[in-house]
């Protein structure tokens, strides 16, 4: 339990501190604050599986994500974050298809967010 807390508590932090204006409408604070259900998961510490939790809080990202500005802002600030909380990237590529999300930006520690359409 006190772990949870203490991932929680940093992904609340980290999502104030690197929160700013870009031209998506989706800033880095809103995707950090979205995937808190998801932290023991994508930090190993938790179940091999999302909490449903989990998986409809990565749902409503996927919705607020609908330009490409937003998910190329989206992916920049987990490329950024992501290591810094030590989020493990097997787990955070399996998060797409265990919680059902049909993405098309690949999940993975060297992508291009450039690139993410």
Known sequence: MAEKMVVVHGLMVLALIISSPVMAKVSCGDAVSALI???????????????????????????????????RAVCKCFEESGPSFGIKPARGKLLPSLCKLNISMPINPNVDCNKVA
């Open 37 to 71: 259900p998801c932290g023991s998961f994508l930090l190993g510490v938790g179940a091999p599986k999302p909490t449903s939790e989990c998986c409809t809080s990565a749902q409503g990202l996927k919705k607020l994500t609908t330009t490409t500005a937003d998910r």
